[in-house]
């Protein structure tokens, strides 16, 4: 599976930006696809993910109640809606795909995901 993020840019501070994660193929209802980011300095972390087949979604405490996850099934596509936008989460953000779930319990670490895609830069300027 190859994946393609996009939709980064430059935002003030409490504003929205939606990025998008297309799919090369067909994502199976098992697989979760997953957003993580990575700031200047820091590690990689999780942002947030869900199990394709829809109903199951994980997200990180620092994006809660902010974030949004979401997906377009024909167009193999998936979705992550920014809102209330903060400068610490300026980031590169990459989307993956883990095809080992089998509808358990969402993985947030990066090592269980197995299909990455390029990031793309998000900038929340204060």
């Known amino acids: 599976v190859q994946l393609q993020a996009s939709g980064g840019g430059l935002v003030q501070a409490g504003g929205y930006l939606r990025l998008s994660c297309a799919a090369s193929e067909p994502i199976l209802n098992t697989y979760v696809l997953g957003w993580f980011r990575q700031a200047p300095g820091k590690e990689r972390e999780f942002v947030s993910a869900?199990?394709?087949?829809?109903?199951?979604?994980a997200y990180a405490d620092s994006v809660k109640g902010r974030f949004r996850i979401s997906r377009d099934n024909a167009r193999n596509t998936a979705y992550l809606e920014m809102n209330t936008l903060e400068s610490e989460d300026t980031a590169v953000y990459f989307c993956?795909?883990?095809?080992?779930?089998?509808?358990?319990?969402?993985?947030?670490?990066?090592?269980?995901?197995?299909?990455w895609g390029k990031g793309t830069q998000v900038t929340v300027s204060s």
């Open positions: 869900m199990i394709w087949r829809g109903g199951v979604t």
């Open positions: 993956a795909v883990d095809i080992r779930n089998r509808m358990g319990p969402i993985s947030r670490r990066s090592p269980d995901f197995d299909y």
